[in-house]
């Protein structure tokens, strides 16, 4: 099955692993392997099912893997990562090969390591583990000003402000340190801050199924900043209300008034 229109995989739960290149047990009708552009599948178990239902269970999975980070390809190597870079540093007018540029091209895959790192999360995963001994707390928990850094998808320059978030917990709560956690996992890819804010409230509204939920994001955008218009005292605000936050004026005007949003 060519699967170069999918989307590279990085769901995970305790009885999946689907991460490129490896290979991994799934329904138990057989294993299935994503090497390049390729989902290579090997039916070993097809017990009474009928093709039709191999198929559709096929098809499910690679759904599945299709629900994060980018068409899946063959990533390349940090040597051709580097070549790349010294490539733009010859383009911009430089010679990589002067002393203070020779390393560059591996610092700046490093650097892209760190800066890229959300690729490598699953945000489902991250908020899977709730308490539910709350002593019935169903009052809004808030977390205010919340680092956050990405990277603009049209110019890989930084986006770089604040995320706030809020949450009016259904019978089960989630370590707050995790709503910071998801805020890196969708921030530290390449991203629109109108796609990021929405992530960031669907992810939470999916897993923790509050009563509702609202995330606000204050950031600078660094290609509005330093490039093109140059407007360096700009700040984009986008919000995403979901359930009560929206349904209810009282509830999203508390939690505006708490992060001090007009």
Not at 20 to 25: D, E, M, S
Not at 107 to 135: H, M, N, Q, S
């Amino acid at each position: 099955i060519t699967a170069s229109s999918l989307n590279r995989p990085t769901y995970s739960e305790e009885t999946d692993s689907l991460l490129l290149g490896k290979t991994y047990t799934e329904n138990n009708f057989g294993l299935i392997s994503i090497n390049n552009n390729n989902v290579e599948i090997s039916v070993i178990n097809v017990n009474n099912q009928t093709l039709e239902s191999i198929i559709l269970e096929v098809w499910l999975v690679i759904l599945r893997i299709s629900r994060y980070n980018g068409p899946i390809m063959s990533k390349p190597t940090r040597e051709e990562a580097q070549k790349a870079v010294r490539t733009l540093i010859e383009w911009a007018g430089d010679n990589p090969d002067r002393e203070g540029l020779v390393e560059t091209p591996k610092r700046v895959v490093k650097a892209y390591e760190e800066f890229f790192a959300g690729y490598d999360d699953d945000p489902e995963e991250i908020l899977r583990k709730t308490f539910e001994e709350v002593e019935g707390y169903d009052e809004m928990v808030l977390v205010k000003n919340i680092r956050l850094e990405s990277h603009c998808e049209h110019h890989i320059v930084p986006i770089l402000g604040k995320a706030h978030i809020a949450y009016i917990p259904h019978n089960r709560v989630v370590g707050i340190s995790k709503l910071a956690r998801i805020v890196d996992a969708f921030g530290k890819r390449l991203q629109t801050q109108e796609t990021m804010t929405a992530q960031i409230a669907n992810t939470i509204e999916k897993v923790l199924e509050p009563k509702g939920v609202a995330v606000v994001v204050d950031a600078a955008h660094q290609c509005m900043t330093t490039r093109g218009i140059h407007k360096p005292e700009s700040s984009t605000v986008t919000s995403c209300m979901r359930g009560i936050f929206k349904e209810n004026p009282r509830t999203r005007n508390e939690f505006l008034t708490f992060i001090k949003l007009p």
